[in-house]
């Protein structure tokens, strides 16, 4: 089954870490643009972060950069998203995308309070 599961995410306080995890079955992620994405309530789907597949070359929303980190580890078909000093404001599902498949998986909730 063709298909990408997100995993890692939970509750955390403000300045913790958390990594994420973006695990894929069926396919080959290694050659897809990894993305992550992540909704908060009332919020629209919002950009994270975005790995190329050739180069690994990396991109970040302003509103993470200098805090998260994705990489990807292709012995293990799974892309990763480190998470550190986190805020509240990072409270959302987050999840990750690529090109192979049109739908959505059911993300991970990361929750940042104190």
């Known amino acids: 089954q063709v298909q990408l599961v997100e995993s890692g995410g939970g509750l955390v306080q403000p300045g913790g870490s958390l990594r994420l995890s973006c695990a894929a079955s069926?396919?080959?992620?290694?050659?897809?643009?990894v993305s992550w994405y992540r909704q908060a309530p009332r919020n629209e789907r919002e950009l994270v972060a975005i790995?190329?597949?050739?180069?690994?070359?990396?991109k970040y929303a302003d509103s993470v950069k200098g805090r998260f980190t994705i990489s990807r580890d292709n012995a293990k078909n799974t892309v990763y998203l480190q998470m550190n000093n986190l805020k509240p404001e990072d409270t959302a599902v987050y999840y990750c995308?690529?090109?192979?498949?049109?739908?959505w998986g059911q993300g991970t909730q990361v929750t940042v309070s104190s």
């Open positions: 790995i190329t597949a050739i180069g690994g070359d990396t």
């Open positions: 069926g396919f080959a992620l290694s050659i897809y643009t």
């Open positions: 995308h690529t090109a192979r498949i049109a739908s």
